[in-house]
């Protein structure tokens, strides 16, 4: 049989190691060795002669034993069973061995040291290791499932279902809770009728206790369109409706129905009970009004504006009250100021021929409607900045307009007449930057106007572009909506033209609302009146979810009738397998879309998410996203850009082992967390100086917040921590968690305070601090992480001082700790400054790292290292394999060094594998450079390999020889879990076919496991290893441009150096070519 010219036939690329310059070389091989060739053949023939005489043998003994055995059971005798064989066998061989074992002292001793001498140098067995391995153990069950507890065990079923439908219930203390509840109904309904009618009265609260019901949008052409169906638990109002009932304006539905769907029960709540006790209770009034502004921010606009697209249309400013105020702004002028009245007449007129500039065309309708009292281009009056501002009027308009705005009385005048300050501001100033909180006020326009902008950033670019909203006039007032929530402005606001403004910080606008509570009524009012109907729409679809630490959001196989935004918290996706198993598809944070793609195709829910932690969604039904997307086309736009970059970030994350039933929004798990919790293990270690060491170099990268329980105290009061200034605490934290992409919250050490309770319950990951050189024993704090965070991430960190590594000592025990801490999911070993471990007081430490924070994070350190695992930021360097070429990769790292690119993990194969344990272990160029050069002269040491040949069975060395020099350079008994820098190898398992990656265990057993020992030893025209790798990377690098870069910097040639003499070139080809006759004639019998 041909068998070149079959692989040849089979695959061109692999015929490339038989043809062309393998013949050659065979030829003259054979040409220069005549002898050699005789040999070679007649050794060949001696084999198969053997073989076949063997074979034959074998059958002859086959055949008389199928005899015998076939008559013995044709006389039917019985016969032994194997048990009972194995149990003869068994006490035969503990005879021959208690023989051995008699004698007594020093000769039985002996006796059995020789014994065992001579089975480990016949059986090549190593001493036992006792050192303990890592327990690899699954995740416990709660980490994939969900709770689940059923309604009515601990409150009654409608008292649950309101306290779980509306988050402003759940504010309130028990007797005013119990209150509201006696002002409930029940109203039952039968498939087919309606709850809501066009026409009633917009003055209760629906929840649905059972049953189903419809909510339709009618349209003026008599269409309706369904919104959602509030199914168990759900509520069917609006709150935005439910501020124009505690204003005492009258509220009808205009455009929403809703039907009962099946026979349901309905609990309704009269809003008139809530505003009873607000009366009562001021606090409660205020507190219950910035929930529902929060709501209105944070998910109806946000959903409209950030995940739809609609940035135009969802502010809508009514201009009926405004027309005549901004013809003339100056009409309600105070008594004492007639006589000015002349001057601010000819500023108004000049006011006016500025504005009324015919190349200043309207690029809104709204602008249409601005006042054009001279329509002149020019004018010969003075500049308005050359006419003299006569303050008092000024602030005597903006308080009369605050106070008509703010509901207050004539006799409050002197109440917020110092607040006030007066602007003059040219056309282009900005007086509240979009995203910032700094300069959120309310803002009263005396003249001019103002316009509301929303920047975008262009695609490709990190220019924004302004998106121009809508325009204010003369008498309004903005920033309502930013000054009640405490957040950041959606929008900037800027100024039109020339324009003169009051303004009111946010802060006085707070110390106003102390002294007159009932004003934050009226500002939520006007920000209320200047929604688009689009805004109360959506109000009624849009709901705010509040999911505690375990609860699902929705659950594998159910229907996907709606989409979830991630506000706050951590979510987790689950898949169940048809075998049971579950396996974490992906985690969820802070702004991603959950459910898009499954709600838009109408099918199934693939995994099921819940909850990791205290969690906030926004859940948008699929009626109110297809009702939106007929009116507003701009929707798809934005929703195939939504789904276009979702796409394309999972094919970029997809394996290769990917599966088709994962779905496509199903993203890998996430390293970037955005809440972490800081947890010491015992008392002694400086907490305080590691959260300022990790927060200086987070700060690096990202806007980072560090908060402990005095900065809490400090900022909110000393009750803070109290349960009924809950709400207040968690907005704060809500807060700062927008405000940044990563928070710390510090817990407090020794016993299990509120505080530190919730810490663990806000955070994405929890890092568990302990000092290295302290016995590996849990704390106390660390038996209770179990019963706050089960789901939670947890990751260890185990601190070492630089007198404790001085003497390049590794780090140890790594094991032990992870053993009796199963729950950890990774570790990390961080050298600590001098500066962390002085025993100062708690002043002397904040003042010292206040010194600290000014200056730069070096990024070589271990801190940084942290910072940049935390937030998704790793470098990771992986090296190739190549034999001897792989000392260049020293001269790589010295280079990445050189360059000051940190490396954070570092993969390998082959000789990569030992480079990069080498740089793990001991992360100094000099001493890698020096250890890898030591272990080339060994490995160049010829005569001790030869004494290392061994039988060609399966390998023509024993590999002791090697094995020896890996201990030399690493030493004995190293861990994967004791190197500086997470560190991983891969390997071929050619039982199963498939990769293998090794990031625990023994470190002697990984290298030696991925190490390919003969690359390198001989000369690469004789290899055939080395020849086919080189012309298989050829043929790749031909094909592709990436990899030959990658050859480039693997290949390196260092040149022959390291290659054997021509005698032991001689022997290896004698050996090859009888091995692989030996394997020919094998296959051909057997």
Avoid at 120 to 143: H, M, S
Avoid at 506 to 514: A, D, G, L, T
Avoid at 664 to 693: G, M, Q, R
């Amino acid at each position: 049989m041909d068998i070149i010219g079959v692989i040849n036939s089979i695959y061109r690329s692999y015929g490339t190691l038989f043809s062309d310059d393998f013949i050659a070389f065979f030829k003259e091989n054979t040409q220069n060795h005549v002898w050699i060739t005789i040999l070679i053949v007649l050794f060949t023939t001696t084999i198969l002669v053997a073989c076949y005489l063997w074979r034959k043998n074998k059958i002859r003994k086959q055949s008389i034993i199928d005899r015998l055995t076939s008559s013995f059971l044709h006389d039917g005798q019985t016969r032994f069973r194997k048990r009972d064989k194995m149990l003869f066998y068994g006490r035969r061989m503990l005879r021959k061995v208690k023989t051995i074992s008699t004698g007594t002292g020093a000769e039985r001793g002996r006796k059995r040291r020789a014994v065992m001498k001579f089975a480990r140098k016949i059986l090549q067995l190593q001493k036992d290791n006792l050192q303990p391995q890592l327990k690899v153990t699954e995740p416990p069950a709660e980490y994939f499932e969900e709770i689940i507890e059923k309604v009515g065990e601990k409150v009654p079923a409608d008292a649950y279902f309101m306290l779980q439908s509306i988050r402003i219930f759940g504010q309130f203390e028990k007797p005013v809770f119990l209150r509201i509840c006696k002002h409930t109904e029940i109203i039952n309904l039968k498939a087919g009728d309606y709850l809501i009618k066009i026409g009633d009265a917009d003055d209760s609260v629906f929840i649905v206790q059972s049953g189903s019901v419809n909510v339709f949008l009618n349209n003026a052409d008599g269409s309706s369109i369904s919104l959602k169906v509030a199914k168990k638990g759900e509520t069917v109002t609006s709150l935005l409706s439910f501020i124009d009932i505690l204003v005492g304006n009258d509220s009808t539905y205009k455009t929403v129905t809703a039907k009962a769907i099946e026979d349901s029960q309905i609990i309704r709540l009269p809003m008139f009970a809530l505003k009873e006790i607000f009366n009562e209770n001021h606090d409660i009034l205020v507190r219950v009004i910035q929930v529902i502004m929060v709501r209105l921010q944070r998910i109806t606009i946000s959903a409209l504006y950030n995940y739809l697209g609609l940035n135009i249309d969802y502010i809508h400013v009514s201009q009926k009250k405004k027309q005549a105020q901004a013809a003339n702004p100056l009409t309600n002028i105070p008594k004492g100021y007639q006589h000015k009245r002349q001057m601010s007449d000819q500023f108004s007129l000049v006011m006016s021929s500025v504005t009324s500039d015919k190349n200043d065309k309207p690029d809104m309708l709204n602008d249409i409607e601005f006042p054009i009292l001279v329509p002149r281009r020019t004018s010969v009056l003075p500049q308005p900045t050359d006419i003299p501002i006569d303050i008092e009027l000024m602030k005597s308009l903006a308080t009369d307009g605050f106070l008509k705005e703010l509901g207050l009385k004539d006799d409050d005048r002197a109440l917020i007449v110092d607040s006030i300050e007066i602007k003059e501001i040219q056309a282009g100033v900005t007086l509240t930057h979009q995203g910032r909180e700094d300069d959120v006020m309310l803002i009263y326009i005396i003249t001019g106007g103002l316009n509301l902008i929303n920047y975008q950033p262009n695609k490709g670019s990190k220019k924004v572009s302004e998106s121009h909203s809508v325009t204010l006039h003369a008498g309004e007032v903005v920033g309502g909506l930013a000054v009640l929530t405490g957040e950041s402005s959606l929008y900037a606001i800027k100024s039109r033209v020339s324009s003169r403004v009051g303004l009111i910080t946010k802060e006085n606008v707070y110390k106003i609302m102390q002294q007159r509570p009932t004003c934050v009524l009226d500002i939520a009012n006007s920000v209320v009146k200047g929604l688009s109907p689009l805004v109360r729409q959506c109000d009624f679809a849009l709901d705010w979810i509040f999911l505690e630490s375990g609860r699902a959001v929705y659950r594998q196989d159910e229907a996907s009738d709606s989409t979830y935004i991630v506000l706050n918290g951590r979510l987790r996706s689950v898949m169940t397998h048809m075998n049971g198993k579950k396996e974490v598809v992906g985690e969820y944070g802070k702004g991603d879309l959950i459910g898009i793609v499954e709600m838009i195709t109408e099918s199934q829910r693939s995994t099921s998410v819940m909850a990791v932690r205290d969690s906030e969604l926004a859940k948008l039904p699929e009626g109110l996203f297809n009702a939106i997307k007929l009116k507003y086309p701009v929707v798809v736009t934005q929703l195939i850009s939504l789904l276009g970059h979702r796409l394309l970030g999972s094919m970029r994350n997809a394996t290769i082992s990917s599966k088709p039933n994962v779905p496509i929004e199903a993203s890998p798990l996430k390293h970037k967390f955005a809440t972490i919790a800081i947890l010491s293990i015992t008392d002694d270690v400086p907490l305080t100086a590691f959260t300022y060491e990790l927060y200086h170099s987070l700060s690096a990268i990202c806007p980072t917040a560090r908060l402990t329980a005095d900065v809490v105290r400090k900022t909110l009061g000393m009750n803070i921590m109290e349960s009924a200034n809950e709400y207040r605490l968690l907005s704060y934290l809500s807060q700062q968690e927008d405000h940044n992409e990563v928070t710390l919250y510090q817990c407090e050490s020794g016993t299990l305070t509120p505080w530190t309770q919730r810490c663990l319950r806000q955070a994405d990951v929890i890092l568990i601090v302990g000092l290295a050189e302290r016995p590996p024993s849990l704390g106390k704090l660390e038996r209770e992480i179990e019963r706050f965070a089960i789901r939670t991430a947890k990751e260890l960190v185990l601190l070492h001082t630089e007198t404790s590594t001085s003497s390049n000592l590794r780090p140890t025990n790594t094991v032990q700790w992870l053993n009796q801490r199963t729950w950890v999911n990774k570790h990390h070993h961080i050298l600590c400054p001098k500066r962390m471990f002085t025993r100062k007081s708690q002043y002397r430490v904040n003042d010292l790292y206040t010194k600290v924070l000014n200056s730069e994070p070096n990024i070589h350190s271990d801190f940084s290292r942290l910072a940049r695992w935390l937030t998704g930021n790793s470098v990771a360097l992986v090296l190739g394999g190549g034999g001897a070429r792989g000392a260049a990769h020293v001269g790589m790292l010295k280079a990445i060094q050189e360059a000051s690119i940190p490396i954070d993990m570092v993969g390998g194969v082959s000789i990569g594998a030992f480079m990069g344990a080498l740089w793990c272990a001991e992360r100094n160029i000099t001493i890698v450079t020096q250890k890898a050069r030591e272990w080339c002269k060994k490995m160049t040491q010829y005569g001790l390999q030869i004494l290392d040949l061994t039988y060609p069975i399966t390998s023509m060395f024993s590999g002791r020889q090697f094995n020896k020099t890996i201990r030399d350079t690493f030493g004995d008994n190293v861990k994967i879990e004791d190197l500086w820098i997470p560190y991983f190898t891969l390997t071929t398992d050619i039982t199963d076919s498939c990769a293998r990656i090794h990031t625990h265990g023994d470190f002697f057993a990984s290298i030696i496991f991925v190490f390919r020992l003969f690359c390198s030893f001989f000369k690469k025209e004789i290899h055939l290893l080395a020849f086919f790798i080189r012309k298989f990377i050829k043929g790749l690098a031909d094909r592709s441009e990436s990899f030959s870069f990658i050859h480039s910097l693997t290949f390196l040639s260092l040149g022959d150096g390291y290659c054997l003499s021509y005698f032991l070139n001689f022997i290896f080809h004698i050996f090859s070519f009888a091995y692989f006759s030996f394997f020919v004639s094998f296959v051909f019998f057997f």
